[in-house]
C-alpha cells in the first residue's frame, strides 16, 4: 500500500480514538488488516431521528491512490434511507464522490454520515421506493425506518402491527429480509406486499 | 510588458510555486514539423497546424491579451479559458464590469491582493515549519506550497494530487485548489512546476491543447485517428479540407467530405443508421406496432389477444386486425372483425410506418452498399499497381499507364458522392428538380458500376489497347456526369429548389 495512504491512516486512525465523538460512543473505527486497506467503521444513529438508539456498521475500503481518491464506503448494517440503498447499504453522498476532498480524514467521513442520516436529500435519492415514500409518505417513512433499525440495529422502537404483518408473511414461506423489504416497499400494505413476492 | 512592476514580486516565497508569472508554457509535443504555408483549394484558405503550433497560437493570444490588460500570463490563460478564448468578450467584461466578480468567476484570486497574501505567509514562515494536512508530515515551511488562497501543502501531496487530477479524472485547466470547497483554480505555470513526471506533462498539456482547440470555432482536429494536427480556418463552412495526413474531411461537421448531402441532414442519417440498421430488418420481419403507443411489440405466444406491456399504455388490441379488443369479446381467437373502420384505420397506420421503413431501407442498403464498395476500391490500389507494372512490360511507358491510377481515384470519388446522393435523397421530397437529380443519380451510378467493372477485368497483351481507350472515356464520362450532378445540387441551394421532409 502506497506510503501516503497508509501513513495516513495511521494518523487518522489515532485521531478518531481520541476524538470527543468516541469518547461519547457516537463513532468508532476498527481496523481489519495490518496494512490499514481494510476498515471497520460504526455510527450510532442521531438523536431525535427514526435511527435513535442503532449502531450502523460501515465497511469502508481504503484505495492505494488515498487520500486523492475518497475511500470507499458502504452500509453494512441495513438501513431505510432515501440516499442508501436498502438492497446493498450503497451511499449516495457528494464527499464521497466528486466533492471528496484530500484534506477530509476517516472521522469527517463519519460525521458527514451521521449528519446525512438526520438529514435525508429525498431529491438526490440512492433508493428511489424509498424516496418516494418519504416524500409521500412521511409518518409511515418514520415508523418504517424506526422498525429497521430496531430489526437490524438495535434500536428500541417499533411498531407491533408491523412485527404482526411480517410473521404473517413468513407464515406463508417468505423470509424475514424478503417480507420486510415487500411490505416496507408497499407502504405496509399486507395485500400489495404478496402480490410483490408471488405475483 | 512590466507585469514585475505591477505584481508584487513573490521571490522571496520560493515556497509558492506560482510566482512565475513568465514562464513560457514549456511543451513537450510528439510531433514537430514546420509551419505549412497556406492552402488555397477553391478561395477557401485553410492551415494545418501541428500540436506545437497550436500552444503557440495560444501564447500569441495571451500576449495579445497581455498588452492591453497588464496581468501575469497564468491569470490571463484562466481568464481566457473562462470566456472559451475570446479575447473581446474578456476585454469587454474586464473594463465594463466589476472585476472582484470577474475573478470570482473565473475562480482567481485577483491578481492586484496577492501582496496581502504574501504578507500573511511571511509572517507564518517565522515558526519554521508547519504540518501538511493531507500526509500529516511536519515539514520545513520551505516544502510547504500554495496557491494565492493561501490553503498551503507540500509539494508531495500536491504532486500526487495533480497527478491524480489530470490522469484519473482528464482535468486540465479546471484543476482547483486541493482544500475542501476552495474553488480557486491550479495554473499552468503551478502544475508545471510541482508536476515532473514526463507523461503526466505531456497528459496536462493534451488536455489544455484539446480544450483550446474546442473552444475555438475556427480550430478543429484532424478526426483521423492518430493524428495530431489541427486545420485553422479563417471564416467557418462547410467546406473539404485536407489535413498533412491526407485525409479529407467537412471541416464544419468533421465527417468525411459529403457533398451533395448537407452536414446536419448527415448527422441526422448517421444516427439514424447507428440506431436503426442492425436491428430494422429482424423489426420489419417480426414486429407490429400497437396502435395506442406506437411501441414496437413481439408476439411470443399463439393468442391473438394482445395487451400492450407499456404500463402507460395497457392497450388491448387484435394482433391479426390491430383493432380494439373489446368486439373481439365473444370470438376469442377467430378475428371477423377484419372491415371494421377503427380496425382500417388502424391497419393504414401502421402501413404508413412500415412504409417508411421500407423506404428507409431502400436508401440505407445503397448508401451501405457503396460504402462497401468503396472499402474494396481501396483494395483495388494494390491491384491496379500490378496491372500497371504489367502493362510496363507490354511495350507502354510509365506516363502511358497512368490513366489507370486516375480511373481508380475517379472510380472513389463517385462511389463516396453516390453514397451520399443516398442520403440526400431520402430526405428529398418529390419534385420536377428531385427526378432531374435522380435522372443524374442513375446515370452517374450505371457509369461508375461499369467503370468499376472495367478495372477488375484482366488486362491482357490482345485487349490492351481496347481496354485503355474504354477506361479512359469511362472514367472521363463519370468525372463529368459527378460533376453535373453536384453542381445541380449546388444549383438548387442557390434556388430553394429542395424540399425536405424531415
Request: with cysteine.
Amino acid at each position: 500500500m502506497a506510503n501516503i495512504a497508509s501513513q495516513r491512516i495511521k494518523r487518522e486512525f489515532k485521531e478518531v480514538i481520541r476524538s470527543e465523538e468516541v469518547a461519547r460512543c457516537s463513532i468508532k473505527v476498527e481496523l481489519l488488516d495490518d496494512n490499514y486497506s481494510q476498515l471497520k467503521g460504526e455510527i450510532a444513529g442521531p438523536p431525535d431521528t427514526p435511527y435513535e438508539g442503532g449502531k450502523f456498521l460501515l465497511e469502508i475500503k481504503v484505495p492505494e491512490t488515498y487520500p486523492f481518491n475518497p475511500p470507499k464506503v458502504k452500509f453494512l448494517t441495513k438501513v431505510w434511507h432515501p440516499n442508501i440503498s436498502s438492497v446493498t447499504g450503497a451511499i449516495c453522498l457528494d464527499i464521497l464522490k466528486d466533492q471528496w476532498a484530500a484534506a477530509m480524514t476517516l472521522r469527517t467521513v463519519l460525521l458527514s454520515l451521521q449528519a446525512l442520516m438526520a438529514s435525508p436529500e429525498p431529491d438526490d435519492p440512492q433508493d428511489a421506493v424509498v424516496a418516494r415514500q418519504y416524500k409521500g409518505f412521511p409518518e409511515i417513512f418514520i415508523s418504517t425506518a424506526e422498525h429497521w433499525t430496531n430489526i437490524y440495529a438495535g434500536g428500541s422502537r417499533k411498531k407491533e402491527e408491523y412485527s404482526k404483518k411480517i410473521e404473517r408473511l413468513m407464515g406463508i414461506g417468505c423470509n424475514m429480509d424478503q417480507a420486510l423489504v415487500a411490505l416496507s416497499g408497499c407502504n405496509w400494505d399486507l395485500d400489495k406486499a404478496i402480490e410483490q413476492i408471488f405475483g | 510588458m512590466n507585469s514585475d512592476e505591477e505584481i508584487p514580486s513573490d521571490e522571496v516565497d520560493s515556497g509558492n510555486v506560482s510566482s512565475s508569472d513568465d514562464v513560457e508554457f514549456p511543451m513537450e509535443v510528439e510531433s514537430n514539423t514546420s509551419r505549412e504555408k497556406q492552402n488555397e483549394i477553391e478561395d477557401y484558405p485553410y492551415e494545418v497546424l501541428s500540436t506545437e503550433q497550436i500552444v503557440q497560437h495560444m501564447v500569441d493570444s495571451i500576449k495579445e491579451v497581455n498588452s492591453v490588460i497588464q496581468l501575469p500570463h497564468t491569470t490571463i490563460r484562466i481568464l481566457l479559458n473562462h470566456f472559451k478564448w475570446d479575447k473581446e468578450k474578456l476585454m469587454e467584461r474586464y473594463y465594463d464590469g466589476d472585476q472582484e466578480q470577474l475573478y470570482t468567476e473565473a475562480r482567481v484570486v485577483n491578481p492586484y491582493r496577492k501582496s496581502i497574501n504574501a504578507q500573511k505567509k511571511q509572517s507564518r514562515r517565522s515558526t519554521g515549519t508547519e504540518e501538511c494536512e493531507i500526509c500529516y508530515m511536519i515539514l520545513p515551511s520551505s516544502m510547504m506550497t500554495g496557491l494565492e488562497c493561501s490553503h498551503r501543502f507540500c509539494t508531495h501531496c500536491w504532486t500526487e494530487y495533480l497527478t491524480t487530477k489530470i490522469m484519473e479524472e482528464g482535468l486540465g485547466q479546471t484543476i482547483s485548489c486541493a482544500a475542501h470547497g476552495c474553488d480557486i483554480l491550479v495554473d499552468d505555470a503551478t502544475v508545471m512546476n510541482l508536476v515532473k513526471d514526463s507523461k503526466v506533462r505531456l497528459k496536462y498539456q493534451q488536455i489544455i491543447t484539446n480544450s483550446f482547440v474546442q473552444c475555438n470555432r475556427l480550430l478543429r482536429w484532424c478526426p483521423s485517428p492518430d493524428c495530431n494536427n489541427v486545420i485553422k480556418v479563417h471564416n467557418v463552412e462547410p467546406r473539404p479540407v485536407t489535413c498533412k495526413c491526407l485525409h479529407t474531411f467537412c471541416f464544419l461537421c468533421g465527417e468525411n467530405w459529403h457533398d451533395p448531402v448537407k452536414c446536419h441532414l448527415l448527422k441526422k442519417w448517421i444516427k439514424k443508421c447507428d440506431d436503426d440498421s442492425e436491428t430494422s430488418n429482424w423489426i420489419s420481419a417480426n414486429t407490429k406496432e400497437c396502435p395506442r403507443c406506437k411501441v414496437t411489440i413481439e408476439k411470443d405466444g399463439g393468442c391473438n389477444h394482445m395487451v400492450c406491456k407499456n404500463q402507460n399504455c395497457k392497450a388491448d388490441f387484435c394482433w391479426v386486425c390491430l383493432g380494439s379488443w373489446e368486439p373481439h369479446g365473444s370470438s376469442w381467437y377467430n378475428c371477423n372483425r377484419y372491415d371494421e373502420e377503427e380496425a382500417r384505420a388502424a391497419r393504414d397506420a401502421q402501413e404508413r410506418s412500415r412504409s417508411a421503413l421500407q423506404r428507409y431501407l431502400f436508401y440505407c442498403n445503397r448508401y451501405m452498399n457503396h460504402m462497401q464498395s468503396l472499402k474494396f476500391e481501396h483494395k483495388l490500389y494494390a491491384s491496379v499497381k500490378g496491372k500497371m507494372e504489367e502493362m510496363q512490360h507490354h511495350n507502354m511507358s510509365w506516363i502511358e499507364v497512368q490513366f489507370l491510377k486516375r480511373a481508380v481515384d475517379i472510380l472513389c470519388q463517385c462511389r463516396q458522392t453516390l453514397m451520399y446522393t443516398y442520403v440526400f435523397a431520402f430526405y428529398l421530397k418529390k419534385n420536377n428538380q428531385s427526378v432531374i437529380f435522380e435522372d443524374n443519380q442513375s446515370d452517374l451510378e450505371s457509369a461508375t458500376e461499369t467503370l468499376s467493372e472495367y478495372l477488375e477485368r484482366d488486362i491482357t497483351s490482345e485487349n490492351l489497347a481496347d481496354i485503355k481507350q474504354k477506361v479512359q472515356d469511362k472514367y472521363r464520362y463519370c468525372d463529368s456526369r459527378r460533376k453535373v450532378l453536384l453542381e445541380h445540387v449546388h444549383e438548387g441551394y442557390e434556388k430553394d429548389w429542395w424540399v425536405y421532409t424531415e
